[in-house]
Structures are given as C-alpha cells and as structure tokens.
C-alpha cells in the first residue's frame, strides 16, 4: 500500500472516530435532556438527576454547588459512581470542603467561565486528608469546575472529578460538560419559577381566604339585624321601611355570594376543598337556588321562570357545590340580562340530571367563549364595564361542576342571549320514592 493510501485510510479512521465520538456525546446529551425534561418542575430531582448524569459520562464523583448573591456556597447535590461511596463522599464534603476548592467554585459562578485543574490530591478538596482516606483513591486526579448558566443568570457550578484510569479532562470533555451544564440550568430555572409560581398563587389563594371570612363576619351581623329590623322587635315599620330592609337584605346577600366566591376559588387554589356526596333532591336544589335568586331578578324587573320537568329525580352529590352552581350561573346570567327572563329548568336524559340556565340577555362572542372560564377574567372591559361581580363565579361553577363528576356547557349568541347546562349524574339512576 502506498504512502497516499495509507495516509487516507488513518484519515478516514479518524474521521470515523470523531463521528462515533460525536454520535455518542449527541445521544448522551438527548438521553440528559429527556431526563432533565421530565423532573424539571422539582428543583432537588433536577439535581439529583444532574449529578447522576455527570458520574454516568463525565465523571468518577461530582458535587453541585449553588452560589448565594452573598457568596454563600451551598452545597446541593453529590454522586459517586459507586453508588455505595455516594453518602461517605457527601458527608466528607459537609465536614472537610477547603477553602481553595470554594475559592475555585466561587470564581467560576462569579465570572460564568469554566476552569479545568489538573494533578490534584485529597488535600486539594478537604482540609483534612485523612478524612479523606476511604476514597483516596477517587480523590487524585483531574478535574473541571463549570457554571450552570440559565437565562442569563449564573445558579451555582458543578465539579467532576475524573480519577484512576480515566484520562485528564480536555476542551471536547468541557464543551459537554458545558453543554450539560446549560441544559440542566434551565430545568433548574424552570423548577424555580415553577416554585415562585405556586408560592405566589398560594399567598394569594390564603390572602383572598383571610378576608374574605374577616369581611364575611360582620356581613352576618347586618343580615342578622336586617332580619330583626324586619320582624318588628324594635317596633313596627312603615312599607317604606321594609322596602328599605329589603334592598338592603337583597344587596347583602349579593355580597354574601361575591364572598362565597373568592372563599372557594382560594380553597380549590389551596387544594384544600373537599367533596361530600350524599342523595340530594333535585328539585330541593332548584327551589333553594331559586329562593336566593327571585329578589335579584325582582330587583332588575326581570321575569324569573321555574321549569321542573321531573321534580322527583335524586341526586347523589355534594349539595353545598351543586346549590353553589346554580346560584353562580343564575347571578351571571341576571347580571347581563336587561331585558326579558331568566329561566331554570330541570329535566333528565340518559341516567343524568341537566340543569338548563337561559337567558335573553347580551350573549357572548364566539371568540371569547373559552375565555369565559378564566378566573377574574371579565366580558365587558374594565373602564366600560356596567355590571359588577368578582370574575370568579363562572370559573368555580366550572371547577366544582368537575368534581362532582359533572359537565357544563355553554352555547351563545351575541344579542341571542346565553343557554348554560349542568349535566350530573344520577346514583344508579335512582329516584325518590
């Protein structure tokens, strides 16, 4: 063979090389992603996950490090790839971690450039070497500090160690390392809006909780002395009077519904409601829903019109969350009705109870029909708005419809006005007998 030849074939075996390196450093770093992916909403998974995947590849041992906007070093994640070293390796690293290793790490989060050390021992990680002496043989070697860099933001730093056999580190070993290091910052990233998130809407969630029941408190009161104002315990009241004590038990119960509102909508955000099935007359929970309904609709000049085409239908529900239901879409449906009636209708089909909520009022665009459902979210606009309520009633009705294995539909029509159906279902069809 030729000098030519023999040339081409070490070429051309080089090449082959440098692909399979590049095919395996691509399939690892699809593998890591995967992995990344799946536990990125848990903060301490994605960690864990990370240093596995540095002693799966990359490394001997690895420890993540997080950097504090103090310069406090935290240490968040250690792996051995014996696992059985794993646990003596963190508790060494709790106990013994030296001040040129935190020097070094602080350096590569505070400036976002990756170093590569060479030559080192046990005296190069711990304080005191012989503590280091169950793992001396993985604590000589190479290693590679690199930032994990998210959105700009430096988050903290992983080291890997390579020793024994394993060769020194290289600038091919860092670009993954770096890779890797980008990738799992960004599942850390989301991990810690996703927990910002959820702390945010849980203050929120308790706030709205908290006053709602300081605001309920002397609600109750003013319902209580409307109603003894009304009975004539402090003497008797013209007609004049009671229509006054009327407005105001009608507007205080408004407000009751607006409280009862947010006090839901904070505790399915809490995740602290709960269900409690029992058999419940479907007519009962019409006539209550319609008791609450009447003086609003009076109020307004409104026909209010009762349909109950089956008044002897049982359900097996929650009857607080049902009554809940029908009282929200009854309110929402008067609130956009100016004209004409408001009719609720009971009827059956197909092993199911359907409450039908109809309306003559304005109707809703098709395009904002999936917006409907949106907590605090309003179909008039803020700085033209001529209704009030809280946004919350049609989101609740939704969320309790669905935990009381229910459905709830919408069909509308601008200026055609709005027909809503809550379907539930019937405990083995039963019936009241």
């Not at 400036?111 to 080192?120: A, D, E, N, Y």
């Not at 665009?365 to 001529?386: A, G, H, M, V, Y």
Request: overall charge negative.
């Amino acid at each position: 063979m030729s000098d030519r030849s023999t040339e081409d074939a070490a070429q051309a075996g080089r090449l082959r090389a440098e692909l399979e390196v590049a095919r395996r450093q691509a399939a690892f770093l699809s593998e890591a992603s995967s992995i990344l992916v799946a536990t990125s909403l848990d903060h301490d998974a994605t960690l864990i996950a990370l240093s596995r995947l540095a002693v799966s590849r990359l490394s001997d041992w690895c420890v993540i490090h997080s950097v504090s906007d103090e310069g406090t070093l935290e240490r968040r994640a250690v792996a051995h790839s014996d696992p059985r070293l794993t646990r003596p390796l963190t508790e060494l690293v709790d106990r013994a971690l030296n001040d040129q290793w935190r020097d070094l790490v602080r350096r590569v989060a505070g400036t976002g450039r990756s170093q590569i050390v060479s030559r080192l021992g046990p005296e190069s990680w711990f304080d005191n070497a012989g503590d280091a002496d169950v793992l001396a043989h993985a604590a000589t070697g190479t290693a590679m500090i690199t930032p994990l860099i998210g959105r700009g933001d430096v988050l903290g730093a992983i080291t890997f160690v390579a020793t024994g056999d394993r060769k020194e580190y290289g600038d091919d070993d860092l670009s993954l390392a770096e890779e890797l290091g980008r990738r799992a910052a960004i599942a850390l990233d989301n991990a810690r809006l996703y927990r910002q998130a959820h702390e945010a809407s849980r203050v929120k969630a308790d706030f709205l909780a908290v006053m709602s029941h300081e605001l309920r408190t002397p609600l109750n009161a003013i319902m209580g002395y409307t109603d003894l104002l009304d009975t004539g315990v402090s003497g008797d009241l013209n007609d004049k009077q009671h229509h006054q004590l009327g407005r105001i038990r009608t507007s205080a119960r408004h407000l009751l519904q607006l409280i009862e509102e947010i006090l839901s909508f904070a505790r399915m955000e809490a995740g602290a409601e709960e269900v409690r099935l029992e058999p419940t007359g479907a007519a009962d929970l019409i006539r209550e829903a319609a008791l609450r309904i009447e003086p609003l609709a009076e109020s307004k000049g409104l026909a209010f019109e009762v349909d109950v085409q089956a008044d002897d239908v049982t359900l097996y529900t929650d009857p607080a969350k049902a009554r809940q239901i029908l009282t929200n879409l009854l309110s929402n449906a008067l609130k956009f009705t100016e004209k004409g009636s408001v009719t609720l209708r009971l009827r059956t089909e197909d092993g199911r109870a359907l409450f039908d909520i109809i309306d003559t009022g304005i109707g809703i665009p098709k395009e904002q029909l999936d917006r409907i459902f949106d907590p605090f979210w309003q179909l008039e606009p803020s700085n033209t708005r001529r209704v009030g309520g809280t946004g919350l009633g049609l989101s609740v009705s939704r969320r309790y419809t669905r935990l009381l294995r229910g459905e709830l539909t919408v069909r509308s029509n601008p200026e055609d006005g709005t027909h809503v159906t809550v379907s539930l279902p019937l405990k083995e069809d039963v019936r009241a007998g």
